[in-house]
Nanobody
Framework: QVRLVESGGGLVQAGGSLRLSCAASGSIFSINTMGWYRQGTGKERELVAS???????NYANSVEGRSTISRDNAKNTVYLQMNSLKPEDTGVYYC?????????????WGQGTQVTVSS
């Protein structure tokens, strides 16, 4: 069984910073892309940032230049450093991983962590 466990969310004032972490555990052969998505109230879930196993990154325009995604392949962990946070960054942040287990390639989600940015 595979689990993605997020941590690091919370309440922060506008202009502040947060660092999210997501650790994957279980019967994992390899992990391809890992990423972070967020969902604001009444909004659809959207990609924030992603990173491949080789380290190539992709960012949403809204966070480009303010956020950095990284990963530690030895720990099966992905991080999202967010700076200069804005109230519109508020939402539930979900970790995502495309990974290979013994019976195939699957897309997994974490349970989500709340990020609230106050103005």
């Amino acid at each position: 069984q595979v689990r993605l466990v997020e941590s690091g969310g919370g309440l922060v004032q506008a202009g502040g910073s947060l660092r999210l972490s997501c650790a994957a555990s279980g019967s994992i052969f390899s992990i391809n892309t890992m990423g972070w998505y967020r969902q604001g109230t009444g909004k659809e879930r959207e990609l924030v940032a992603s990173i491949t196993s080789g380290g190539s990154t992709n960012y949403a325009n809204s966070v480009e230049g303010r956020s950095t995604i990284s990963r530690d392949n030895a720990k099966n962990t992905v991080y999202l450093q967010m700076n200069s946070l804005k109230p519109e960054d508020t939402g539930v942040y979900y970790c995502n991983a495309v990974l290979r287990t013994w019976n195939g390639l699957y897309n997994y989600w974490g349970q989500g962590t709340q990020v609230t940015v106050s103005s």
